[in-house]
């Protein structure tokens, strides 16, 4: 609109005041006639000579605000706070009037182009870093790969073009991407593609400099390239998405015919977008791959599943100190006879702390028991030569551990067991009778010599020997929240499981521990059942190989 206005009180002569005036200066009277102008303003507006109407010679918008100013009984538009501006020309311009005290109107014509454009590139680039500033929050907001490929993908559709593709480096010919049309969603889909065929396409994907979209034939976009309903491509920009060391792929950004080409400066832009895209890409990817090698990693440091193996009944439980976790400092195995009737070996142990520094030596002792299964029938020298290794590393943590030997004899199960350490394995009676094995022993990994004696026992069908660690006696809970569940406590649960098979026995030790605790922090908890079927087995089931057992 347009500025305050100024009454003059008197006529100005244009040669003394406004033909010095740096602005064009136009006069015009209330019916829009010219009345004067200056030498500035006739270069301006040649036909807006005196006598001329200014609605035969001057832009609209500057003709209305005059009416706007003459015609009596509309609003004073000259009280408005913005100043009116238009264009004259390719010229943008600022108009500000001065009514006279006979109703004309000298109309001072100050040029705003430079300005104009120096606070539309200011208020872009404003735009454009806020846009930045906000896709990287949204790229950044997940590490699921696929899930940024389509954010990728829908920010720069709804953005920066028509439509985009998010392709990511593939193996041979087929290139996995995400297509998303402006206004839709993302459709991720995998094509058979060689990227040698498409202009620029390959040298993005190899994390190369992008090749100016003029180079690009819109024309030869391939069909896979345009989304359905599209229509006729009128540019194209391909540019890479740069990663950490490798490319994380290419950005294909697509407008129609009818929409304006791609400009070297919105080029520029893609690129800003591309690179903060690429970091997030190869985040995501970098954490995916960690991921699945930590997953293989993770499946030799878990607990195997237990079943009935040569005629004897296993079952087992583990929890790790921090529920987050999968792996811990506890930890349980069962190593099948290599012989039929011959003795399997089940270890339990505990080590030292918690968490994944834990988890490793645990890993460590679990591939040196299983190389010393050879020595299996003799528990205390496996757990001397196991000392040794454990001194003889780079660990300072030491651990308690047990060892039982389990064979089936005719209708009842042999145990030997040896403590290093640990706490005594319980004998569950037919009669709810709870024994503790009659074994101990020293730490493994703290002296240089170990010592441990050697319990035996027979388990008649229904009957069961548990193995466990100290998380469960010493788990802190109850009613105040201070007591530890206690070995008392322990033996009189396991004393009401008279005749319960292995699996029902490890599961209700498994829940009572986890009851007394009722969410509260904890250590690592593991047991083990070892259970004399009351049904005689005429078989034995993955009993053949020796080695770790695992499901």
């Given at each position: ?31 829009g ?28 918008w ?28 390719e ?5 500000h ?59 720069a ?54 090749v ?17 309903g ?63 090698i ?13 079943h ?10 583990y929890?790790?100190?921090?529920d ?59 757990l ?8 003889s ?27 290093g ?5 319980l ?100 047991v ?19 080695g770790?057992?695992?499901?």
């Amino acid at each position: 609109m347009v500025s305050t206005q100024t009454r003059a009180g008197q006529a100005d002569a244009p040669d003394s005041i406004w033909g010095r005036a740096p602005y064009p200066v136009l006069v015009a009277d209330v019916h829009g006639a010219v009345l004067q102008r200056n030498a500035a303003a006739g270069h301006l507006l040649p036909a807006a000579e005196p006598g001329a109407l200014l609605a035969d010679t001057v832009p609209h918008w500057l003709q209305a605000a005059h009416c706007a100013l003459t015609v009596p009984g509309p609003p004073d538009v000259a009280d408005a706070a913005e100043p009116l501006r238009g264009a004259i020309g390719e010229r943008r311009f600022e108009a500000h009037p001065t009514v006279r005290d006979d109703g004309s109107v000298a109309w001072w014509l100050v040029d705003d182009t430079d300005r104009q454009l120096a606070h539309d590139a200011l208020t872009m680039e404003r735009e454009r870093t806020a846009f930045l500033a906000a896709a990287s929050s949204a790229l950044l907001s997940s590490l699921n790969l696929g899930r940024c490929m389509e954010v990728t993908a829908q920010l720069a559709a709804e953005n920066l073009a028509d439509a985009a593709l998010t392709i990511a480096p593939g193996r041979g010919n087929r290139l996995p991407m995400v297509t998303c049309l402006r206004g839709g969603a993302p459709a991720p889909s995998t094509v058979m593609v060689d990227p040698d065929d498409i202009p620029g396409l390959s040298e993005a994907l190899r994390g190369f400099p992008p090749v100016p979209s003029r180079w690009i034939d819109p024309a030869a976009a391939p069909a896979w390239m345009v989304p359905e309903g599209f229509g006729p491509v009128g540019s194209v920009v391909i540019t890479p998405l740069p990663g950490h060391g490798v490319p994380a792929g290419a950005l294909v950004l697509l407008r129609t015919s009818d929409t304006e080409a791609f400009s070297s400066e919105e080029e520029v832009f893609a690129r800003l977008f591309a690179a903060r895209a690429g970091a997030a890409l190869s985040a995501a990817r970098l954490y995916a791959e960690q991921t699945a090698i930590s997953d293989v990693l993770m499946q030799e440091l878990l607990p195997p599943v237990l079943h009935h193996i040569s005629g004897v009944d296993y079952a087992g439980r583990y929890r790790p100190a921090a529920d987050h976790e999968r792996i811990g400092g506890d930890f349980y195995d069962v190593h099948p006879a290599a012989v039929e009737g011959e003795a399997s070996l089940v270890s339990l142990g505990d080590v030292c702390g918690k968490g994944l520094e834990a988890a490793v030596l645990t890993g460590k002792i679990r591939n040196t028991l299983h190389a010393l299964l050879p020595l299996a029938d003799d528990h205390q020298r496996m757990l001397s030569l196991l000392n040794t290794a454990l001194l003889s590393s780079h660990h300072t943590r030491f651990a308690t551990m047990v060892l039982a030997s389990a064979v089936r004899r005719e209708n009842a199960v042999d145990l030997r067991v040896t403590s290093g350490g640990h706490p005594s394995p319980l004998i569950v009676r037919a009669d709810g009778t709870v024994e503790e094995a009659d074994t101990r022993g020293t730490l493994i990994g703290a002296l240089p010599t170990v010592s441990a004696t050697t319990a035996t026992a027979t388990l008649a069908p229904g009957e069961s020997c548990v193995l466990y660690t100290d998380g469960i006696t010493e788990a802190k809970g109850g009613p105040l929240g201070d007591a530890q569940f206690g070995e008392a406590r322990l033996k009189r649960a396991l004393a009401k499981c008279a005749g319960m098979p292995a699996e029902g026995i490890a599961e209700h030790v498994h829940m009572l521990a986890d009851q007394w605790l009722n969410g509260r922090s904890h250590d690592d908890i593991a047991v083990v059942v070892i259970s004399a079927p009351r049904t005689h087995h005429l078989s034995a089931v993955d009993g053949h190989t020796r080695g770790r057992y695992t499901a």
